[in-house]
C-alpha cells in the first residue's frame, strides 16, 4: 500500500521560504507511470493544485504560482519537495502531496497546516 | 484555467436517500473528470475517475456519469459514513482545478 507523509515547519515568517518534503513508502517514485503533485486547501475554503513532478524530472506548476514554486524530486531518497517563496498570510493552509496517474489524484498525504505568521 | 462548478453547494438529506451532485466545467474536457470525499480533518478520498470508474474498495452504491461539460455524482442510497463534501475535479489540462465542493448534511 503507498502511503505519502508530508514533512516541514508549521510556521513560516511573511517573506520567507515555506519547504515541504513529501516521503514516499510502499512504492518507487522513479515510476515513469505517475506523477506527484502538491496540493493546499485553506481553512474552511476549496482545493487548490499548485504543481506536479515526474520521476524524470518535468514538472508544472499552477500559473497563479509558478513565479514563486518550485518542485523538485529526489530518487534515492524516495521524496519530492515543493519550495513556496515569499510567503504571505494567503499562503496559510493545509498543504497536502499526492500521487496521480491519469485519473487525478490517488494516494494523498495526510496534510500538513502551514501558517505563515510573524 | 478550466473553471469546474459544482451544485449545490450545501444539500440535506436523510439515509437512504438518493442524491445527486452535479459539476459543469467551463469547456469539454472529455472524459477526465474526477470525484473526491472529504470529511473534516482528513485528506480527499478519491471515489470516481475518468468520470464512471469506481476507485478500489469504493462501495457500488456511488456512480458517476455525464460527458463533454457536464457530470453527475449519484450515491444511490445514502449512508451515515456518506456524510461529507464531495469534489469533482479536471485532470484534462494543467492547472488541475476543483469544483467548489458540494457539502452534503444529515436531514
Known amino acids: 500500500q503507498v502511503q505519502l507523509q508530508e514533512s516541514g515547519p508549521g510556521l513560516v515568517k511573511p517573506s520567507q521560504t515555506l519547504s515541504l518534503t513529501c516521503s514516499v513508502s510502499?512504492?518507487?517514485?522513479?515510476?515513469?507511470?505517475?506523477?506527484w503533485n502538491w496540493l493546499r486547501q485553506p481553512a474552511g475554503k476549496g482545493l487548490e493544485w499548485i504543481g506536479r513532478?515526474?520521476?524524470?524530472?518535468?514538472?508544472n506548476y499552477n500559473p497563479s504560482l509558478k513565479s514563486r514554486v518550485t518542485i523538485s524530486i529526489d530518487t534515492s531518497k524516495n521524496q519530492f519537495s515543493l519550495n513556496l517563496s515569499s510567503v504571505t498570510a494567503g499562503d496559510t493552509a493545509v498543504y497536502y502531496c499526492?500521487?496521480?496517474?491519469?485519473?487525478?489524484?490517488?494516494?494523498w498525504g495526510q496534510g500538513t497546516l502551514v501558517t505563515a505568521s510573524s | 484555467d478550466i473553471q469546474m462548478t459544482q451544485s449545490p453547494s450545501s444539500l440535506s438529506a436523510s439515509v437512504g436517500d438518493r442524491v445527486t451532485i452535479s459539476c459543469r466545467a467551463s469547456?469539454?474536457?472529455?472524459?477526465?473528470l474526477n470525484w473526491h470525499q472529504q470529511k473534516p480533518g482528513k485528506p480527499p478520498k478519491p471515489l470516481i475517475y475518468s468520470v464512471s470508474g469506481l476507485q478500489s474498495g469504493v462501495p457500488s452504491r456511488f456512480s458517476g456519469s455525464g460527458s463533454g461539460t457536464d457530470f453527475t455524482l449519484t450515491i444511490s442510497s445514502l449512508q451515515p459514513e456518506d456524510f461529507a463534501t464531495y469534489y469533482c475535479?479536471?485532470?484534462?489540462?494543467?492547472?488541475?482545478?476543483f469544483g467548489q465542493g458540494t457539502k452534503v448534511e444529515i436531514k
Open positions: 513532478i515526474y520521476a524524470s524530472g518535468s514538472t
Open positions: 510502499g512504492g518507487s517514485i522513479s515510476s515513469s507511470y505517475y506523477s
Open positions: 469547456q469539454r474536457i472529455g472524459s477526465y
Open positions: 475535479q479536471q485532470s484534462y489540462d494543467t492547472p488541475w482545478t
Open positions: 499526492a500521487r496521480a496517474a491519469v485519473g487525478g489524484p490517488t494516494y
